[in-house]
Nanobody, 115 residues
Framework: VQLQAYGGGLVQAGGSLRLSCAASESVASLNVMGWYRQAPGKQRELVAIITGGGSTNYAASVKGRFTISRENAKNTVYLQMNGLKPDDTAVYYC??????????WGQGTLVTVSS
């Protein structure tokens, strides 16, 4: 599975961005897709996941501000980020886990939130 993430950029605090992750195969066939992020000097952390059945889960730090969704017809998963904070600054990575539990990563996309 190849994953192409895009949509990052520079935004002021309180602003919004939408990240997209285009997969090379049907996102509905994948077990789980998700977004992770890694800030400078910190470990990579889970941001949000969506299962093949459509269930979602979020990190406590983004719950209520970020929304993960998918568009099966476009084999794409999105991360809508609202109310961005400087602490959200990080490289965001798209992740996919297949039904045989193989994990794939996309290249990162940088999100910078200025105060």
């Amino acid at each position: 599975v190849q994953l192409q993430a895009y949509g990052g950029g520079l935004v002021q605090a309180g602003g919004s961005l939408r990240l997209s992750c285009a997969a090379s195969e049907s996102v509905a066939s994948l077990n789980v897709m998700g977004w992770y992020r890694q800030a400078p000097g910190k470990q990579r952390e889970l941001v949000a996941i969506i299962t093949g059945g459509g269930s979602t889960n979020y990190a406590a730090s983004v719950k209520g501000r970020f929304t993960i969704s998918r568009e099966n017809a476009k084999n794409t998963v999105y991360l809508q980020m609202n109310g961005l904070k400087p602490d959200d600054t990080a490289v965001y990575y798209c992740n996919a886990i297949t039904r045989i539990f193989t994990t794939y990563w996309g290249q990162g996309t940088l999100v910078t939130v200025s105060s």
